[in-house]
């Protein structure tokens, strides 16, 4: 296998590197889970009078849905910090790898490719809702989406680092140097409307996308000895290789530039909301009554403040796992506890004096869309007026 396909491939947009810096996905910490007993293996839910604390707080108002993350330790600070339990939960549960079935959270352009992706997840031995999940990051189910760095379609896959996927589709005289040539507008054998309907094809690309993904899941693997193969941590380190090629999965996550770090975090919180809905169509949810069980308010809030935060501003505050959400924060919140600058936004949410969210996503998929995510959402009309 040549060491091209594991180049850099792409980074992801500025607009989601401008949002707040990555807040800490604790990977570091999931290497012991391996080496923890049944009997540390128990997540508690700690309510105190109107205030909650968000490290042990009930992200749902919903009380089957609440009961699921529960059982799968998944609490609203997991989503800003996942910890060994709910690594553990999750990857013992492995719906979100198992099921051959999209679950019912992804935005309706993703839906629209429901049978395609999961026909194309067969095909390529990898799970359908990862493979969902990449989309949903890569293009929010744009099919002609092209990035700066020239990554399309759907996964945004790169042709200069793998024609050699969609080589058997295209028309007798391409190559890579004639595509370079059609780019720059200089005679070429094919041209670029022909190259760009191939690499555009949601089905090749697709398929294009889920075997370089498989390659990751299996560097992910192979750099990860001590974890369990199936491991949600596994495929949160497969997505940093199909970002940033294998090195960056090689080298651990503190090592990761800011870009993967965000985009590894982003897929280990949608593949959180995966798990939960998955459980909840397995005692007989419809999906549009999953959506409905998903949906948080509280989560939305914190999402809604995180999208507000710059680099520097409110970083450590969410880092520290440590919210506080109350009927009313003090005139001047402790510091330890809760910045003004990120309490703020979240009180103002809560108590509607800004506009909410319309869009009846779960809590991974929300910030994902509040960090840098809206705009490639909104490009597509079914997204804009999806409401539950």
Known sequence: MSNEKFSKKKKIPASMVAAIATLSFG??????????????????????????????????????AQQVANELCI???????????????VTES?????????????????????????????????????????ASIE?????????????????QVMPSFHFDKFAPFL?????????????????????????NSIFNNPEINLDAGAQFLKECIAVSRDA???????????????????NGGAGTARGGYDNMPTESKLYVDHVARILLDVEMALRLKELGYKDSEVLGALKSEKMDALAYSYSLQDKSAGYYAFKQNNLIFSTASPDEP?????????????????????????????PGLRIWFASGGRSLFMLSPENRSWRQ
């Open 224 to 242: 990860n000895p001590a974890l369990n193969p199936d491991s949600v941590v596994i495929y949160g380190i497969a997505a940093s290789c199909y």
């Open 94 to 134: 492995g719906l979100f790898r198992k099921s051959a079935d999209l679950a019912p959270v992804f935005f309706p352009s993703i839906l629209e490719y429901k049978d395609l992706i999961e026909k194309t997840a067969i095909k390529n031995d990898i799970p359908a809702n990862v493979l969902a999940t990449l």
């Open 171 to 195: 028309p007798e005289g391409a190559s890579y140097e004639d595509f370079t040539n059609a780019t720059k507008g200089n005679y070429s054998k094919v041209s670029l409307e022909e190259y």
């Open 75 to 89: 609490s609203s600070g997991v989503y800003y910090q996942l910890t060994p339990e709910a690594v553990s939960k």
């Open 139 to 155: 293009s929010a189910g744009k099919q002609d989406a092209e990035s700066w760095v020239g990554a399309k379609g759907l996964v």
């Open 334 to 362: 402790d510091s330890s506890r809760l910045p003004a600058g990120v309490w703020k936004p979240i009180e103002e949410y809560l108590s509607g004096n800004v506009e909410k969210y319309t869009t009846p996503m779960s």
């Open 27 to 64: 990977l570091g910490a999931c290497s012991a889970v391996e080496d923890r007993g049944p009997e540390h293996q128990v997540c508690e839910v700690v309510q105190n009078g109107t205030e909650q604390d968000i490290a042990t707080a009930n992200p749902f108002i919903e009380e089957k």
